[in-house]
């Protein structure tokens, strides 16, 4: 999931539900679903291969095509019609980190906890020396730095305290906070008093300028290796990346996202006057053979006359950042998809409508592998040119909030599924899926569907630790994976695609957005 | 500190306070201690000397030397008399690490968490190889791997998976808590209904009678690296020894004591049939120049002609453990001692006791420095054969259960204290510290003088996040210390201390305990 956790707007008003005609559920196949999804599952079985097998999953990585590769081979394995890869699009290169190793030296011995920053470079061999404390907040400050940074181990000022945990990392939503959100209106416009003001918006580009000065200026000088701050405690450390992918990206200088606590030890001593030595041996390695970017696709190809061309989606991001193997941003999400699948073909489901997963992939730089799908299938989200498919499909669910338990849908503003999504939450009520909020949620592939008018869901999950610990940080491993939760999940989306598939009308639409003025 | 946390007996009683005539407090001193004490504090500092300067401080390494000279230095620098090293007794070998480095190859590169187990050795240069998971309850079931373990990294299958945090890791008491201290009766005799029957005893004499033999067979087999799974998660490490500190020490194999979640993700894939490859760096470094154990002792003289001779001690232990910089455990009451020592000698007061402090080295082993300090100084537990000065020693004050600011006094079971201690501690109710409790606490030096008949106090701390982070983890860093904590801790310390040593009378003793019977 990129940026944001939630974007959800939590002022108290009513979501309408129309009185129409009880929307029809049907119970044996209820039944029937959640005991296979519950008793049978494969879930762990699955996010085992897409986790610990795969590895790391950064978009274009080598991990990230085995994991591609496995889960076509295993959707084939249980069934699925058209399982492929397809491409939607130019990407840029593959990453992946092939040695990272770097301790303090001086005043004695002390290997740290770093993680390279995507897409940089390594040490091109072990590097040893000084660290450097470079201050400077300007262009006009760095000059005084010309000449003296070859070979250099570099490390910034920072006002940047590592912090202590007072508050639990783990917790799932409440009652009063399901509750507070099922009152929700629709969502305001997203510029609000709350936006950055002018002021604010000329500091971050002012900042953004330095930063690109000072990244060109560690390059011309031939810094050996640059240290930078972590977000994160107790070993935890939440990874960015350091460089662009595109393959005419500019150079930049091997950069090394450090704990806090090393970065901060590292500080105070060089700030108390004590030298402070570094040996490091960072290897990565750039995947340029194949720019472009590839989606997992697999279908259950429907088997009603007059629907059969219309189809039902579900997905979530394969693709995840480098320092762990992505489990709960977003294995999770994928293993809970694939199972869904694979619990409607274990039941030997023939569907009306067609059912379609999608893994998308370089969802963490931008949403690009569903947005490139989009555009190929559906229709250009900027001049609202539509494609004939866009007609057909009925509905996508994402899923990519962590390892937490569905706890209900954010409609998106779509009003008329609430009475829909109402009735098939219902068979769920014991296993805590009962909210409907008509709020926006953001950062993830369902909005990709709908900036051009396909109702797209993602579902209310319960955060756990995901915020606090494993979104984008180097423990987002297996380990955080909560069995029971995923189960639930997968057996709740099974149900919702089993319900779309063979409800007579498709999910009713919000109106068309209207084209984005050119700028 | 050692072992256990707090050993407190929570029963609800009261604690007798004898109407005797109200014990005297200097109010002025104690503006004076408290305006210097928080006001122009030196105790960060000084922290930071024990912490980021010297290292990790594990008995008698290169780390714990130079914080024992730099304390002892420092102390001559404040105008401290008689600061020196004095030696406690044979301990044994120091050991330090000089190279850690270890990464999962196959099936794709991944940098682990993982730290040398206290004085285990090296892998004498780059160890690569298959990991061999090792399953064996009895040393029968190890014959099946007789010559085959030569130069092979071995793992273990565990049943203990990594935990998730749904708690808060830091806390202070809350006024609930303290209350039910203040009401505890006096400690109950330690053997009791939940200690372990002879059933579990037995079980515990078995598995550490396997654990030697295995011990020995991966020595014999000459095993190439093992792995062992660590407490704690999210990169946080909780280190121990693996082998002893004894000149005369048998040899064992080297240990990485890895991180839940590395080792979990070792044995997942292992235990799923894929192979997994490891590289490994250690070095590790015996210290054999000089076996004995050493502490820091320096004096403010006393000034009354009567009761210079007389002495009052503070201390606490300035090892480590080796995988941080022993912040907690315990920088913070070493640093704290120190300070309270600076207070006194900053604001010029010429005490009539003798103030002595000392800082002890191998308490993590067994309180050895201050039972060899006791020993030397005051009597012998065992026999009860006491030495003149046992008689003139009024208290001891210990400070050892991390950065969390003074809230009260264990009276270790020592009643006719807490009218004394309930006066002294009035000034500081502002600061939070109210609390009395007859309850021992135990795992730290102030043992060593209960047991030949000393009054030993240990403070009551907020615990903060010491026994879920810090207390003997790799993330015991100077960022745990709470500055406010320790200015806190000083300034009561320092007021005790004055309070002590002008006293009419010492503090009144319990009844001498009995000679242990010989085994």
Same mark, same amino acid.
């Given at each position: 999931?990129?940026?944001? #956790?939630?974007?959800?707007?939590?002022?108290?008003?009513?979501?309408?539900?129309?009185?129409?005609?009880?929307?029809?559920?049907?119970?044996?196949?209820?039944?029937?679903?959640?005991?296979?999804?519950?008793?049978?599952?494969?879930?762990?079985?699955?996010?085992?291969?897409?986790?610990?097998?795969?590895?790391?999953?950064?978009?274009?990585?080598?991990?990230?095509?085995?994991?591609?590769?496995?889960?076509?081979?295993?959707?084939?394995?249980?069934?699925?019609?058209?399982?492929?890869?397809?491409?939607?699009?130019?990407?840029?290169?593959?990453?992946?980190?092939?040695?990272?190793?770097?301790?303090?030296?001086?005043?004695?011995?002390?290997?740290?906890?770093?993680?390279?920053?995507?897409?940089?470079?390594?040490?091109?061999?072990?590097?040893?020396?000084?660290?450097?404390?470079?201050?400077?907040?300007?262009?006009?400050?760095?000059?005084?730095?010309?000449?003296?940074?070859?070979?250099?181990?570099? %490390?910034?000022?920072?006002?940047?305290?590592?912090?202590?945990?007072?508050?639990?990392?783990?917790?799932?939503?409440?009652?009063?906070?399901?509750?507070?959100?099922?009152?929700?209106?629709?969502?305001?416009?997203?510029?609000?008093?709350?936006?950055?003001?002018?002021?604010?918006?000329?500091?971050?580009?002012?900042?953004?300028?330095?930063?690109?000065? #000072?990244?060109?200026?560690?390059?011309?000088?031939?810094?050996?290796? @640059?240290?930078?701050?972590?977000?994160?405690?107790?070993?935890?450390?939440?990874?960015?990346?350091?460089?662009?992918?595109?393959?005419?990206?500019?150079?930049?200088?091997?950069?090394?996202?450090?704990?806090?606590?090393?970065?901060?030890?590292?500080?105070?001593?060089?700030?108390?006057?004590?030298?402070?030595?570094?040996?490091?041996?960072?290897?990565?390695?750039?995947?340029?053979?194949?720019?472009?970017?590839?989606?997992?696709?697999?279908?259950?190809?429907?088997?009603?006359?007059?629907?059969?061309?219309?189809?039902?989606?579900?997905?979530?991001?394969?693709?995840?950042?480098?320092?762990?193997?992505?489990?709960?941003?977003?294995?999770?999400?994928?293993?809970?998809?694939?199972?869904?699948?694979?619990?409607?073909?274990?039941?030997?489901?023939?569907?009306?409508?067609?059912?379609?997963?999608?893994?998308?992939?370089?969802?963490? *730089?931008?949403?690009?592998?569903?947005?490139?799908?989009?555009?190929?299938?559906?229709?250009?989200?900027?001049?609202?040119?539509?494609?004939?498919?866009?007609?057909?499909?009925?509905?996508?669910?994402?899923?990519?909030?962590?390892?937490?338990?569905?706890?209900?849908?954010?409609?998106?503003?779509?009003?008329?599924?609430?009475?829909?999504?109402?009735?098939?939450?219902?068979?769920?009520?014991?296993?805590?899926?009962?909210?409907?909020?008509?709020?926006?949620?953001?950062?993830?592939?369902?909005?990709?569907?709908?900036?051009?008018?396909?109702?797209?869901? *993602?579902? %209310?999950?319960?955060?756990?630790?995901?915020?606090?610990?494993?979104?984008?940080?180097?423990?987002?491993?297996?380990?955080?994976?909560?069995?029971?939760?995923?189960? *639930?999940?997968?057996?709740? @989306?099974?149900?919702?695609?089993?319900?779309?598939?063979?409800?007579?009308?498709?999910?009713?639409?919000?109106? #068309?957005?209207?084209?984005?003025?050119?700028?």
């Amino acid at each position: 999931m990129k940026l944001k #956790l939630l974007f959800s707007c939590l002022i108290t008003a009513g979501i309408a539900v129309p009185a129409l005609a009880q929307e029809p559920v049907d119970a044996a196949m209820v039944q029937k679903i959640r005991e296979e999804g519950l008793s049978h599952s494969k879930v762990m079985e699955t996010a085992f291969y897409l986790t610990d097998v795969s590895g790391p999953r950064l978009a274009n990585s080598p991990g990230l095509k085995r994991a591609q590769n496995w889960a076509v081979n295993q959707l084939k394995t249980w069934g699925m019609a058209n399982a492929k890869l397809e491409a939607w699009g130019k990407f840029g290169k593959g990453w992946e980190v092939q040695k990272n190793y770097a301790a303090i030296t001086v005043p004695y011995y002390h290997a740290i906890i770093a993680i390279p920053k995507a897409w940089t470079p390594g040490t091109n061999g072990v590097i040893k020396g000084e660290v450097m404390l470079l201050k400077a907040d300007s262009a006009a400050e760095l000059e005084q730095y010309k000449g003296k940074l070859a070979g250099k181990i570099v %490390i910034f000022d920072t006002k940047a305290p590592t912090e202590r945990t007072w508050k639990a990392d783990a917790a799932r939503y409440t009652d009063e906070e399901l509750a507070e959100m099922a009152k929700a209106a629709p969502a305001a416009p997203r510029r609000n008093a709350a936006d950055p003001n002018a002021a604010q918006m000329a500091t971050f580009r002012k900042l953004r300028a330095f930063r690109a000065t #000072l990244s060109q200026f560690l390059v011309d000088e031939k810094a050996g290796l @640059v240290l930078s701050q972590a977000r994160g405690t107790d070993g935890t450390v939440f990874t960015t990346n350091g460089a662009s992918y595109a393959d005419t990206a500019k150079a930049v200088a091997p950069e090394l996202e450090t704990s806090s606590e090393d970065y901060q030890r590292i500080l105070r001593l060089l700030k108390g006057g004590q030298p402070v030595q570094l040996e490091a041996d960072i290897k990565t390695q750039f995947i340029t053979d194949d720019l472009q970017g590839y989606d997992v696709v697999a279908e259950i190809p429907g088997t009603d006359k007059k629907l059969k061309d219309q189809v039902v989606m579900i997905g979530g991001h394969l693709d995840s950042w480098h320092a762990a193997t992505g489990a709960t941003d977003n294995a999770a999400g994928s293993a809970v998809m694939l199972e869904a699948m694979r619990i409607l073909k274990a039941i030997n489901f023939k569907p009306k409508r067609t059912i379609r997963i999608a893994l998308w992939s370089s969802e963490e *730089q931008g949403l690009f592998g569903s947005r490139g799908y989009v555009a190929n299938h559906f229709g250009d989200p900027k001049t609202m040119e539509l494609k004939p498919e866009q007609a057909k499909l009925s509905a996508y669910y994402n899923l990519d909030n962590g390892t937490g338990k569905i706890r209900g849908v954010y409609l998106q503003g779509d009003s008329a599924a609430a009475p829909i999504f109402k009735a098939w939450l219902e068979p769920f009520k014991d296993l805590g899926a009962t909210t409907l909020t008509i709020s926006n949620t953001g950062g993830t592939d369902h909005l990709s569907f709908d900036a051009v008018g396909i109702p797209g869901f *993602q579902f %209310i999950q319960d955060a756990i630790d995901y915020g606090t610990r494993t979104h984008h940080s180097n423990q987002d491993t297996y380990d955080r994976l909560v069995e029971d939760d995923l189960k *639930q999940a997968a057996t709740i @989306v099974a149900s919702f695609v089993y319900h779309t598939s063979q409800r007579a009308e498709m999910i009713p639409r919000k109106a #068309l957005p209207k084209p984005q003025p050119a700028r």
